[in-house]
């Protein structure tokens, strides 16, 4: 194992966003049972210091490739087209109005069925978004579009994450 490896070599992957999940949590289990810090107790604490530093790296390259967002703005960084979400938040008219009406349709949600068909509504965006990214990275090679999509799915992210604190205010 080298440190300097991108996640994908590290797991032993193709660089690329389609992955099959069940491969990577198995990869890792196995990378984690490699690099475990118990392993190396008879090596020494400089040696378990070394595992432990893999065992961090495993776990963050863990994170990114397991979830479709994360592994996408990753591919898109390696291939020159970071999100940069703090500081470009442009996004075309659509994206926005849609947004706006979703905003108002969770501001006027009174019962849980209404934020159940808000709700189901988000969960398709977040599929077309990811199937978009897949076809904009995997087919395209386009990581700059591929980006923008990341944005969206940042956007579309923190809206269910608000559709839950709304859910949460009304069973109060």
């Not at 994206?95 to 709700?119: I, K, N, S, T, V």
């Not at 395209?140 to 579009?145: E, K, L, P, V």
Request: glycine share 4%; hydrophobic share 45%; aromatic share 8%.
């Amino acid at each position: 194992m080298n440190l300097q490896s991108d996640d994908f070599e590290l797991f032993g992957l193709a660089r690329g966003f389609a992955q099959d999940r069940s491969a990577i949590d198995a990869r890792w289990k196995e990378l984690q049972r490699e690099a475990h810090p118990d392993k190396f107790a008879a090596q020494g604490a400089a040696a378990q210091r070394v595992a432990m530093q893999w065992s961090v790296r495993i776990n963050e390259a863990y994170q990114r490739l397991k979830d479709p967002m994360r592994r996408a703005a990753y591919l898109c960084e390696l291939h020159g087209a970071p999100i940069r979400a703090e500081d470009n938040t442009a996004m075309p008219t659509a994206f926005l109005m849609q947004q706006m009406e979703w905003r108002e349709a969770l501001e006027e949600a009174e019962a849980e069925p209404e934020l159940d068909a808000l709700d189901d509504t988000v969960a398709q965006a977040r599929r077309e978004a990811l199937a978009e990214c897949e076809a904009l990275i995997d087919r395209q090679h386009d990581y700059a579009g591929a980006s923008q999509q990341v944005r969206a799915l940042m956007f579309i992210a923190r809206f269910a994450d608000d559709i839950e604190r709304r859910r949460e205010q009304l069973g109060q």
